[in-house]
C-alpha cells in the first residue's frame, strides 16, 4: 500500500545489550569437566554458610535497594550502551524519526486509572498483540491531589509503576499529563477544590489556578522526568494541555503550560491535541499539532488545514475515536467495526500515524465519571467500555480481530499470541439481609455542620478545608408553613418533609409545592453530584449542591444542618454490625442494604445485574463499583475478580428509591454481549 513512505518501525521493545557477561554465556564458554574456579568455590561456601536469618538480611537489603533506586534517575543507573539516546522522537519533515530512524506512532489509549492494577499486564499485552507500538494515557489531577498538597500515586494510581510496565511489555508511552484532560472524568480532571475560590478561572494564567498547576507539576514531573526516553525510559511525547483550541479563553495559557512542562523538565517532542471545533485556535508556536476525528472526510480537511499553518510536518491522528460514550438516558452507542477498519486503513495510506482512543475503556469506578452540558445536563455512565477495541472487561471484539489482522499485516515481523481470556462467573443470587435507612443512618455519621445559609459542596469545611468532591450532601431546616420552595439544586434533589419524598428539585425544575403542614417540621433536600462537565464553557461553574439561597415563598431559609454524604470507605466503617436492623417489608428510602457475595476458591469477574432497584451505588468490599440506573442504558456494574475475596464478601447498596429482592450476576453485560469473542 502506499503509505507516504516506507513502514520501517523501531523496534518495539528496548533496545538489549550483547548478553556475553550473562551466567549462561559464561557457562556455555566453560568446560564443563573443569574444575571450579576460586570465585566459585568462594560462592559455594558463601551459599552453605547462610542462615534463614541471614538470607531475611539480604532480602531485606535488596528491596530496600530497589525502592531507593526507583526514586533516583535512571540516568544514574543505565548501562553505556542506552546513555546514547540523544535525539529522541523528532518531526523530520513528513516522517517521525526516532533517532536514526523513521517511525510510525501505531497507539492505543488505556487508562491506568479505569483499569484495575491487576489487569493492567493483561491489557498491555493484548495491546502489543494487536500490533500497536505505543500507549498513550491521561493523568488525573483530581485523583492524584485530591486534597490541596495531599498526593496519591498508590495502587491503581501508580503512574510510574504503569509506565514502567508498557515499556517492559515493549511499547512506548505518549503521555498527556493536562492539567485538563476532559477524559470524560468529573471536571475534565480538574481538582474541585480549585472552585472554593469564587473568582476562579480555570483553564487560563489566573493566578489562583496556575499557582495550583506548578505545585501539582513539582510534584508530579518529579515522577515523569526519570521516564523520559532521554533518560532511558519509554516516554517518547509528552501533549501540551488538551483540545485547548475549542475553550481558547487565554491566548497566554498554552504558551505557559509548554514553559511549565519544559520548566518542569519535560525534554521530549511535545504535541497538541484538537479536533476539528478547535484546531484552527490551538495551534502553539514550537509544539507539533495533532487531529482528533471519526471519520476520513475529517481527515482530508483537517490535513489539509495543517499544512497551511505548520507546513510538512509529520502527520498524527491523536484520537481516532474507535466508538463514544454513554449518558444516563440515551442511547448506547455503537461504531460498526467494518468502519473502525475502513478509516484506520484511511489513516495510514494517508501517511498518518495514528492512535486508537480508545483501545480499551475500562470503567468510571466510584463517582468519578463526568457530563455535558449543552442544551441539557447528561450525566456519563459508570461504563466507559466506549465500544472500543477491548471490551469494559478487556475482552476481545471483532475489532479486535480486524485490527489485529490489519497491523499485522504491516507490522513486518509475526505479532505475538493474544493472551487467554480472563475468566468470568455468575454468582449465586444475593439477598439482602439487613437495612439500615439514611435518616437512621445520620446519629451514625457524625454530627453535622452548622450554617445559617447553604453551603455548596466544594466549599463545606471538610476534609481538612478541602471541601467536598464526590457523592450526596443532605441539607436540614426546620419550615413552619407550607408554600413554594424555590432553589438551584447541582445536579438533583430529593425533597423531603420529614421522611416524607414530596418530589425533586434539578435544573429544569427549580419550585415545588410544600404541601399543608402542622407546627415546626424538617425540610430536608438531599442532593446527589452526578458529575461534573468535562468539555465545554460551563466549568467555571460546576459547584454542587445547593447553589445560593433555598426559599419558601420568596423569603430565604436559614438555619441549616449539613451532612457531607461522600460514602468513602471511611464512611461506612462508622456502621458496624450492631447499627443495621433486619428487612422490613416496607422500607423507608433512601437506605443501605448490607447482604454478602459467597465465593470460591478462585475469585473470578461478574458483571451485577440490580432488576427491580431504581437508582443508587454499590459497593463490595469497600471499593466503590459505581452507580447503576434503571434509565439505562447501562444494565449491569462490571465487578473485577481481584477485588473479591474468597468466602463471604461484604455487599452494601445505597439505593435511593425502590429496592429489588435480589442482586443478581452475570457472566456478561447485557449491551455486551454482541460485541464478544470467545
Known amino acids: 500500500m502506499n503509505t507516504g513512505g516506507p513502514v520501517t518501525q523501531t523496534t518495539n521493545a528496548w533496545p538489549r545489550p550483547p548478553h556475553r557477561g550473562s551466567r549462561a554465556h ?25 542462615r534463614p536469618r541471614h538470607t531475611l538480611k539480604v532480602l531485606l537489603l535488596v528491596i530496600l535497594s530497589f525502592l531507593v533506586l526507583r526514586r533516583l534517575y535512571w540516568s544514574t543507573l543505565l548501562p553505556s550502551w542506552l546513555k546514547h539516546r540523544q535525539l529522541g522522537l523528532q518531526a523530520k519533515g513528513q516522517n517521525f524519526v526516532l533517532e536514526d530512524s523513521t517511525f510510525w506512532i501505531f497507539g492505543g489509549s488505556i487508562h491506568y486509572f479505569r483499569v484495575p492494577k491487576e489487569y493492567w499486564r493483561d491489557r498491555l499485552l493484548k495491546m502489543k498483540a494487536c500490533g500497536l507500538n505505543t500507549l498513550t494515557t491521561y493523568v488525573p489531577w483530581n485523583l492524584h491531589e485530591p486534597e490541596r498538597g495531599k498526593f496519591d500515586f498508590s495502587g491503581n494510581l501508580d503512574l510510574e509503576a504503569f509506565v514502567l510496565m508498557a515499556a517492559e511489555i515493549g511499547l512506548w508511552v505518549i503521555l498527556r499529563p493536562g492539567p485538563y484532560i476532559c477524559s470524560e472524568i468529573d471536571l ?3 481538582p474541585s477544590w480549585l472552585l472554593q475560590d469564587p473568582g476562579m478561572r480555570l483553564r487560563t494564567t489566573y493566578k489562583g489556578f496556575t499557582e495550583a498547576v506548578d505545585l501539582y507539576f513539582d510534584h508530579l514531573m518529579s515522577r515523569v522526568v526519570p521516564l523520559q526516553y532521554k533518560h532511558g525510559g519509554p516516554i517518547i511525547a509528552v501533549q501540551v494541555e488538551n483540545e485547548y483550541g475549542s475553550y481558547n479563553k487565554d491566548p497566554a495559557y498554552m504558551p505557559y503550560i509548554k514553559k511549565a512542562l519544559e520548566d518542569h523538565g519535560i525534554v521530549e517532542l511535545l504535541l497538541t491535541s484538537d479536533n476539528k471545533d478547535g484546531l484552527s485556535k490551538g495551534v502553539v508556536q ?7 476525528l471519526q471519520s476520513p472526510h475529517e481527515l482530508q480537511l483537517l490535513t489539509k488545514f495543517l499544512l497551511s499553518v505548520q507546513g510538512v510536518q509529520p502527520k498524527m491522528v491523536m484520537e481516532y475515536w474507535t466508538g463514544w460514550f454513554d449518558s444516563w438516558g440515551g442511547p448506547h452507542n455503537i461504531l460498526d467495526s467494518s468502519e473502525v477498519l475502513k478509516t484506520v486503513s484511511a489513516i495510514i495510506d494517508a501517511g498518518s500515524s495514528i492512535n486508537l482512543y480508545m483501545f480499551h475503556g475500562g470503567t468510571n469506578f466510584g463517582f468519578i465519571s463526568g457530563a455535558m452540558h449543552f442544551h441539557d445536563y447528561k450525566s456519563d455512565v459508570t461504563s466507559y467500555d466506549y465500544d472500543a477495541v ?90 413552619a408553613k407550607s ?18 419524598s414530596i418530589g425533586f428539585l434539578d435544573y429544569k425544575r427549580t419550585k415545588i409545592m410544600i404541601p399543608l403542614i402542622q407546627g415546626y417540621t424538617v425540610l430536608r433536600i438531599l442532593v446527589e453530584n ?34 457531607s454524604l461522600d ?66 442504558p447501562q444494565e449491569t456494574l462490571y465487578l473485577p475478580g481481584p477485588w473479591l475475596d474468597k468466602g463471604l464478601n461484604q455487599v452494601i447498596i445505597f439505593e435511593e428509591r425502590m429496592a429489588g429482592p435480589v442482586i443478581q450476576s452475570t457472566e456478561t453485560p447485557h449491551l455486551g454481549r454482541n460485541r464478544y469473542i470467545k
Request: no cysteine; hydrophobic share 35%; aromatic share 12%.
Open 26 to 50: 559464561l557457562s556455555a564458554d566453560r568446560n564443563p569437566n573443569a574444575s571450579p574456579t576460586r570465585s566459585e568455590r568462594a560462592m559455594s561456601t558463601w551459599r552453605l554458610s547462610l
Open 483 to 500: 408554600g413554594i420552595l424555590s432553589g438551584l439544586v447541582r445536579d438533583w434533589g430529593q425533597v423531603f418533609v420529614n421522611t416524607a
Open 188 to 190: 475534565g480532571g480538574l
Open 567 to 632: 460514602m468513602k470507605k471511611s464512611f461506612f466503617q462508622r456502621f458496624s454490625i450492631d447499627k443495621w436492623s433486619s428487612l422490613p417489608e416496607v422500607p423507608t428510602f433512601p437506605a443501605f442494604f448490607l447482604s454478602s457475595l459467597s465465593v470460591g476458591l478462585s475469585p473470578s469477574d461478574t458483571f451485577l445485574k440490580l432488576e427491580g432497584w431504581e437508582k443508587g451505588v454499590v459497593f463490595i468490599n469497600g471499593q466503590n463499583l459505581g452507580r447503576y440506573w434503571n434509565i439505562g
Open 286 to 292: 514550537g509544539v507539533l499539532a495533532t487531529i482528533n
Open 530 to 563: 452526578r458529575g461534573r462537565v468535562n468539555y465545554g464553557n460551563h466549568i467555571d461553574d460546576q459547584r454542587k449542591g445547593l447553589i445560593g439561597n433555598l426559599s419558601l415563598n420568596g423569603s430565604p431559609l436559614k438555619n441549616f444542618r449539613i451532612y
Open 390 to 479: 477491548l471490551t469494559e472487561a478487556g475482552d476481545y471484539t471483532v475489532k479486535y480481530v480486524k485490527l489485529r489482522e490489519f497491523f499485522g499485516s504491516i507490522s513486518g515481523a509475526p505479532l505475538p499470541p493474544p493472551p487467554d481470556l480472563i475468566p468470568k462467573m455468575s454468582y449465586e443470587p444475593m439477598v439482602p439481609a439487613f437495612y439500615l435507612s439514611l435518616w437512621d443512618a445520620l446519629k451514625y455519621i457524625g454530627e453535622p455542620i452548622k450554617s445559617e445559609n447553604p453551603i455548596n459542596m466544594e466549599n463545606l469545611p471538610v476534609n481538612e478545608g478541602n471541601g467536598q468532591s464526590f457523592g450526596y450532601i443532605l441539607y436540614e431546616t426546620t419550615i
